[in-house]
């Protein structure tokens, strides 16, 4: 499995893609919380490309969100993480472009009722921001509550899409 990276520009700052051969296996805000360092995946063997399909597919539909074109993601994603989190991950896909929950109602609609501070903790080690939309859950009284790539990235990601 050949693993690589690119680097682009983005409305909310410059971000680090990662697939891992046809499938983005990561996109993080440079410096957010949980980012791999670059050269942590240069000693595991990745390698720039900035022309591979699914890295210019990634780039190319942020780009499209940031312009309010588009408003769900089709790429094919690998997040890499514990059963329970992809579970969570998974059922974070799951809400809508301009809506937002709590951390209860995933903990709720993943199967764990009663882990929402486990529910949190995945939450904030998603591997594939934006895309996986981890920016539209928010405490149970409706305030912004953690987010890795800084609270007002995700306040600029949410008036982009008209919650805020």
């Known amino acids: 499995?050949?693993?690589?990276?690119?680097?682009?520009?983005?409305?909310?700052?410059?971000?680090?893609?990662?697939?891992?051969?046809?499938?983005?296996?990561?996109?993080?805000?440079?410096?957010?919380?949980?980012?791999?360092?670059?050269?942590?995946?240069?000693?595991?063997?990745?390698?720039?490309?900035?022309?591979?399909?699914?890295?210019?597919?990634?780039?190319?539909?942020?780009?499209?969100?940031?312009?309010?074109e588009r408003r769900e993601?089709?790429?094919?994603?690998?997040?890499?993480?514990?059963e329970f989190q992809r579970r969570v991950w998974n059922e974070l896909l799951r809400i809508p472009f301009g809506e937002t929950c709590s951390y209860a109602d995933v903990a709720r609609r993943s199967g764990s009722p009663r882990a929402v501070r486990a529910v949190g903790a995945a939450v904030g080690r998603n591997p594939v921001s934006v895309i996986v939309p981890c920016h539209r859950v928010?405490?149970?009284?409706?305030s912004l509550t953690g987010y890795a790539g800084g609270l007002d990235r995700k306040r600029g990601l949410l008036k982009l899409e008209g919650v805020l």
């Open 1 to 68: 499995m050949k693993i690589r990276f690119t680097l682009f520009a983005s409305l909310f700052g410059e971000v680090l893609a990662v697939a891992r051969d046809e499938r983005l296996s990561g996109l993080y805000f440079i410096g957010q919380k949980d980012q791999p360092p670059l050269e942590s995946l240069l000693r595991d063997g990745a390698v720039r490309d900035d022309d591979w399909p699914a890295l210019v597919q990634a780039r190319r539909q942020i780009e499209e969100y940031e312009r309010g």
């Open 73 to 82: 993601f089709d790429l094919p994603l690998e997040l890499i993480g514990t």
């Open 138 to 142: 928010l405490g149970s009284d409706g």
